[in-house]
C-alpha cells in the first residue's frame, strides 16, 4: 500500500509509506528556504514522490495531521513575524480581546502581513478568519483535486494522535517492550498534552488527554519576554538556562513554579492566570534576563519529571517515549531519563510538528493494513533518519563547473584521510553527503564540522559562520563505539539523534570541550553507527586515526535564521556568504583562496 501523510500546519510536511516501511520523510521548509514554513506543503510532495519513484496517481491512500487549523494563519503566515510582531499580536489583538472587552480582527491588526499567494484553498467555503471547520472542508477539497483521490481514501487524524502513534511506531523496541509515551507541545485540536499505552506489539490506546498542559505554552512567552521568536528560540532560552542560578533565579522560579501543578495524568493551577503572557510579563518585570531562563527551565524540568513519574507509576511500564515540540527540550529530558523508576527513554528525531505526517500515514498503515486488527505489523519501525534528496558526484560536478562565485576557489576531489587533516589542522568544514537528515538536527550530512578539541572553535563558528547568539553550545557526532569514553549513559539510551543530554566523562572535557555546554558540559551527542551511515563513520574513523579523537563538532548548515542546506546550490550559497574554510560536497571538496 502506498500511503501519503501530509502536515500543512507549521513545520509543514511529507510524509511517504509504501508497504510499511518510510522511505521519505521532508519538512517544507527546506526546500522553500523558509523557517518553520506552514501550508500545503508542494515542494515536499513532489520530493517525497520522486524519492519514492511513484506519482500522485499511484497514491491509495491519504493521512492528513490536525482538524482544525485557523485559516487566518494561512492567510497571515507566522514564519514571517519578527520579534516585534509577536509582541504586536499580544498587545494589538490578545490584550484587547482579554482584558478590555473588544474583538479585533486578526486580518486586520496584520494587514501588513497578508498572504494570499500561498492560500490554495477555496475560501468560498470559510466563514471568517477563525472557521477551522469550514477550512478543514477546503482543505479535503483540495486535497480531492490536487491528488485525484475520493474522499473515502482520504483521513484525517487529530493533532495528538498523529504525535503519539510516530513516536510509538517509529520505536525500534516495540514489537518487544511495552511504552508509555508523553505528548507535549504548544496545542493541537485542543490539546497540548496526552498521555499512551502502547502493550508490545499492540495497538497504541490514549490513557489520558488535556488542554492543560501548558509547559510549552509557558516556555514560549518566557522565550518571547527574553526578546526571542516564542515559535523558534526556544532552545536558545534552553542554551542560556545554564548560566543563571538560584541567587538570580529563584524569584523567576517561584513565579513559574505557583502556577501550572501536575494532577495526575493530567495539570491544574495554584494560581490560574487570566493569560499567561501578561501575567508573566507583569510578574517578571525587572529580574534578570539569566534568571528567568534559569527559572522556566527548572520549572520545564520538574513538571516534565512529576508527570512521567505519575504516567510510570500508573502503567507500572518504565519504557518512556517523549514527543511533541516540548520534547526538543533536551535538558528537560535528562532530569526525566535520570529517575530512578524511567528504564528507558526514547525521543524521536523531529518530535515536533514536522513529525505529524508521519504519524499520519503511520496511523492509516494500521488502521488499513489488510491484516488482523490486533496487530501493528503494518507499519515497521523507523530504519534510517536519512530520508530526503541525495545528489551524485556527477551531478554537483556539473554544478561546480557553472555555479557563480566559485571563481579563485580551489575544486579537487580528495580522501577522507586528507578532510580528517585539514579538520585536525582548525580548518571548518561543511559537509553535504548522502541523504538530507529528517528533522531539526543535522546529523553529518549537512552539517558543519570542526575539531571538537579547542573552546575558541566555538567562538569561530558563532562569530564568522553561524553568525548566532555567544552562549549557544554545539553538539557532537560520535563514533558509537567510542560512545563510553565521552558520556555517562548508565541506561545504554539510544544518543543517536541529538535529541538527549548526558553528562561528560574526563575523556569528554579532554577531547570535545567545544562540542559540550561552555557551562555545565553536558553532551548533546549524535551517536554514529558505520551501519547506519557508512561514510560518516568512515570520516570519523579517520579523524580518530589521525589525532586519536572519536568525535567532532557538528552543528547545522546554515546561517542563523535559514533552514538546513538542502540542495547543492544551498550548500555553495552558505559557503559563499560564511567564514567557511572547505566545503565537502559528496567526494569533492571545494577550499577558499589561500585555505
Same mark, same amino acid.
Given at each position: ?263 495526575? *495524568? +493530567?495539570? &491544574? ?14 510578574? !517578571? /518585570? %525587572?529580574? $534578570? ?97 536519512? *530520508? +530526503?534528496? &541525495? ?14 562565485? !566559485? /571563481? %579563485?576557489? $580551489? ?185
Amino acid at each position: 500500500m502506498i500511503i501519503l501523510g501530509v502536515n500543512e500546519g507549521h513545520n509543514a510536511s511529507a510524509a511517504l509509506l509504501m508497504d510499511g516501511k518510510l522511505v521519505a520523510a521532508i519538512s517544507e521548509d527546506r526546500p522553500a528556504r523558509q523557517t518553520t514554513r506552514s501550508g500545503f506543503p508542494f515542494k515536499a510532495i513532489e520530493e517525497c514522490l520522486a524519492l519514492g519513484g511513484v506519482t500522485k496517481g499511484d497514491i491509495q491512500r491519504l493521512a492528513i495531521s490536525t482538524m482544525h487549523l485557523p485559516p487566518k494563519y494561512f492567510w497571515i503566515p507566522r514564519e514571517v513575524f519578527s520579534i516585534r510582531d509577536f509582541w504586536r499580536e499580544q498587545n494589538d489583538y490578545w490584550k484587547p480581546r482579554l482584558f478590555e472587552g473588544r474583538r479585533p480582527v486578526y486580518m486586520d491588526v496584520f494587514k501588513d502581513k497578508v498572504d494570499v499567494s500561498r492560500f490554495v484553498y477555496d475560501s468560498a467555503l470559510i466563514k471568517d478568519e477563525d472557521d477551522s471547520e469550514g477550512m478543514l472542508e477546503a482543505r479535503l477539497r483540495h486535497h480531492e483535486r490536487f491528488f485525484g483521490l475520493p474522499r473515502d481514501r482520504i483521513t484525517v487524524y487529530d493533532h495528538h494522535t498523529c504525535h503519539a502513534w510516530y513516536a510509538f511506531m517509529v520505536h525500534p523496541r516495540r514489537l518487544e517492550q511495552d511504552l508509555v509515551i508523553f505528548a507535549a507541545d504548544g496545542a493541537g485540536d485542543g490539546v497540548n498534552g496526552s498521555v499512551w499505552f502502547g502493550p508490545r506489539g499492540q495497538p497504541l490506546r490514549a490513557l489520558h488527554r488535556t488542554n492543560q498542559c501548558n509547559i510549552g505554552r509557558i516556555y514560549r512567552y518566557a522565550t518571547l519576554l527574553l526578546g526571542m521568536k516564542q515559535f523558534e528560540h526556544a532552545f536558545k532560552t534552553m542554551g542560556l538556562a545554564p548560566y543563571g542560578n538560584p541567587k538570580y533565579g529563584a524569584a523567576a522560579y517561584d513565579v513559574f513554579a505557583e502556577t501550572l501543578q501536575v494532577d495526575g *495524568l +493530567g495539570f &491544574s493551577y495554584r494560581v490560574k492566570p487570566r493569560d499567561h503572557f501578561f501575567h508573566f510579563k507583569d510578574k !517578571l /518585570e %525587572g529580574m $534578570r534576563f539569566d534568571g528567568i531562563a534559569w527559572g522556566v527551565q527548572k520549572r520545564t524540568e520538574e513538571l516534565l519529571s512529576q508527570w512521567v513519574g505519575n504516567g510510570v507509576r500508573e502503567t507500572g511500564c518504565g519504557h518512556v517515549v517523549m514527543t511533541g515540540g516540548v520534547a526538543m527540550n533536551i535538558k528537560a529530558n535528562k532530569v526525566v531519563w535520570e529517575r530512578s523508576d524511567v528504564e528507558s527513554l526514547y525521543v524521536p528525531p523531529g518530535s515536533g510538528d514536522e513529525s505529524l505526517a508521519i504519524g499520519a500515514a503511520c496511523k492509516v498503515a494500521v488502521e488499513f493494513a489488510e491484516v488482523p486488527a490486533e496487530t501493528i505489523e503494518g507499519c515497521r519501525p523507523m530504519s534510517t533518519v536519512y *530520508l +530526503g534528496p &541525495s545528489f551524485d558526484d556527477a551531478a554537483i560536478k556539473r554544478l561546480l563547473e557553472r555555479m557563480e562565485g !566559485l /571563481e %579563485g576557489c $580551489r575544486v579537487e576531489t580528495v580522501a577522507l584521510s586528507r578532510v580528517a587533516q585539514l579538520l585536525a589542522m582548525g580548518r571548518v568544514v561543511g559537509r553535504f553527503a548522502g541523504r538530507a537528515e529528517f528533522g531539526q538536527r543535522a546529523l553529518g550530512n549537512r552539517s558543519i564540522l570542526a575539531d571538537p578539541r579547542p573552546r575558541e572553535v566555538v567562538r569561530t563558528i558563532n562569530e564568522m559562520i553561524k553568525q548566532r547568539d555567544f552562549w549557544m553550545p554545539f553538539a557532537s557526532s560520535v563514533l558509537a563505539e567510542r560512545m563510553p569514553d565521552y558520556v555517562i549513559n548508565p541506561k545504554n539510551l539510544q544518543g543517536d539523534f541529538m535529541t538527549l543530554a548526558f553528562d561528560s566523562t574526563a575523556a569528554g572535557q579532554r577531547d570535545m570541550m567545544g562540542a559540550l555546554h561552555p557551562y555545565d558540559h553536558t553532551s548533546r551527542p549524535h551517536a554514529v553507527h558505520r551501519e547506519a551511515n557508512p561514510g560518516y563513520h568512515a570520516l570519523l574513523s579517520a579523524f580518530a586515526e589521525e589525532t586519536g579523537v572519536g568525535a567532532l563538532l557538528n552543528t547545522s548548515f546554515n546561517l542563523h535564521g535559514e533552514p538546513i542546506v538542502h540542495t547543492p546550490e544551498d550548500a555553495i550559497s552558505t559557503f559563499l556568504r560564511s567564514g567557511l574554510d572547505h566545503l565537502l560536497l559528496e567526494n569533492w571538496l571545494v577550499s577558499k583562496p589561500g585555505k
